[in-house]
């Protein structure tokens, strides 16, 4: 991860979602579906297998086309209102084998970054915690640390290192002032939106960039609001 865009080694992106998958549905198996997914408001552990099913399913299709207001996350789980969780799994288990290609394409980093998040809200939520260390942890983080490094440099933004489980990376152009030392759990938190700004105040920060450097982990637009996750 010593480089954002680099060309080490491919990592097998339909293994990971795969692991991961198998990991989900071993969590919600038993769980109650009406569990509420505080790391996603208003929705539940149903709701969440709904989405994981329905999500990959419009990738498949190729269906973002939204209606002005709508989200795709809510338009995944509205269309499901009704499902059963075993339902849900049926649908995701029969698109899944036909997402080998996808999971092959650039496009699988996408999808192992959302199911290994989402595998971690599930956690939260049933207090189950796990994986943090799995390898889809750090795959997960490949896409959005290019985009961040894209955004910096497209502004003139301030240049980041950060060190993630001991390996230095650089995000945008020029000579770092500001380093962040992380472990990949908690960067894949911070930058999907599951950290409070307090939460993300708190970490490993060093350097003068201060408040914008902390800004450019926001992929999402904006940190967590209310009362932080429960560990």
């Not at 109650?32 to 929705?43: S, Y």
């Not at 995944?76 to 288990?93: I, K, N």
Request: charged share 30%.
């Amino acid at each position: 991860m010593s480089d954002v865009n680099g060309d080490g080694a491919a990592t097998d992106g339909a293994e990971l979602y795969d692991a991961s998958r198998a990991r989900i549905i071993e969590l919600v198996r038993d769980a109650d579906p009406a569990t509420p997914v505080q790391a996603c408001p208003g929705w539940t552990v149903g709701a969440m297998v709904a989405h994981l099913a329905g999500g990959l399913g419009d990738f498949l299709a190729r269906r973002f086309d939204l209606a002005e207001g709508d989200n795709f996350g809510d338009r995944t789980v509205r269309e499901r209102r009704d499902q059963s969780v075993a339902d849900s799994l049926a649908e995701w288990e029969k698109h899944r084998a036909m997402a080998e290609e996808m999971l092959a394409s650039p496009v699988g980093e996408v999808l192992v970054a959302e199911v290994i998040s989402h595998e971690q809200d599930l956690r939260t939520a049933l207090d189950r915690p796990g994986a943090r260390e799995d390898p889809a942890v750090r795959a997960g983080l490949r896409r959005p640390l290019q985009e961040i490094d894209k955004r910096l440099r497209e502004s003139d933004g301030p240049a980041i290192r950060v060190v993630v489980d001991g390996e230095p990376l650089i995000l945008g152009a020029g000579e770092p002032t500001t380093t962040l030392t992380v472990s990949a759990y908690e960067l894949l938190r911070t930058i999907g939106g599951r950290r409070t700004r307090e939460q993300v105040r708190s970490l490993a920060w060093a350097g003068d960039e201060g408040e914008a450097a902390m800004d450019a982990l926001a992929v999402f637009g904006s940190f967590r609001q209310g009362t932080p996750l429960p560990e």
